[in-house]
């Protein structure tokens, strides 16, 4: 029998992932009435790596309230938020393609950082409370210098868009990549390794 998790998060990328790994899950997204952006606000002088486990740990607040709530049967719930630092700044996803040529931009001929923090928690089964795990994975990337030519055509194809950062290394954007230092998956969304720990912990047959 597969592994089974329920997935609180609506990018693709993960859900690839996990299926390429063998974790069977179904998806665990915010009702109408929840106001899932809001969590991903950034405070006043927060640090990246802070920033984005604070994040991901009130994003599993709210899905496992959300699994409470719809009665659904008991498994882990597993969540995710990726961001990408330049030094102290967190570039997060680009408001417009105006936003998105400045960030390209900034990170052209740079070394940045790629930060996923990722939790898993489960409910107890007879009592209030519950088990979690939670671990960051860092990666470092090196872009190419871009040319406002090369910018420009990638935005208006519409792949910045809702990606941290701007970019997507699993698409077009990985042909500026001179080198990465970390996690490859952990840069789509999903870190293999730290992933594979927190669902062994939760007490999945994870190989």
């Not at 390429?20 to 997204?29: F, I, K, M, N």
């Not at 496992?64 to 700044?89: E, H, I, S």
């Not at 941290?164 to 290394?169: D, F, N, Q, R, V």
Request: one cysteine or more.
């Amino acid at each position: 029998m597969k592994p089974f998790v329920y997935l609180a998060s609506q990018s693709p990328r993960r859900r690839e992932l996990l299926t390429q790994w063998g974790v069977a899950h179904e998806l665990l997204l915010p009702d109408a009435d929840e106001d899932a952006e809001s969590l991903e606000a950034v405070k006043p002088n927060e640090a990246p790596a802070a920033y984005v486990q604070r994040v991901t740990a009130l994003k599993l607040d709210a899905a496992m309230q959300r699994l409470k709530r719809r009665g659904l049967p008991p498994a882990p719930v597993l969540c995710a938020d990726t961001t990408v630092a330049l030094g102290r700044r967190i570039l997060g996803k680009p408001a417009d393609a105006a936003e998105a040529r400045r960030m390209l931009a900034d990170l052209s001929g740079r070394e940045h950082r790629v930060l996923t923090a990722v939790a898993v928690g489960k409910a107890a089964k007879f009592a209030k409370g519950g088990q979690r795990w939670a671990a960051l994975s860092t990666s470092t990337v090196t872009f190419d210098t871009l040319t406002a030519t090369q910018i420009r055509r990638y935005v208006a194809g519409g792949e910045p868009m809702g990606k941290a950062g701007a970019y997507a290394i699993q698409g077009h954007a990985g042909l500026w990549v001179r080198r990465i230092h970390g996690s490859h998956t952990g840069i789509i969304g999903l870190p293999a390794f730290e992933t594979a720990q927190l669902l062994r912990a939760a007490g999945l047959p994870i190989l």
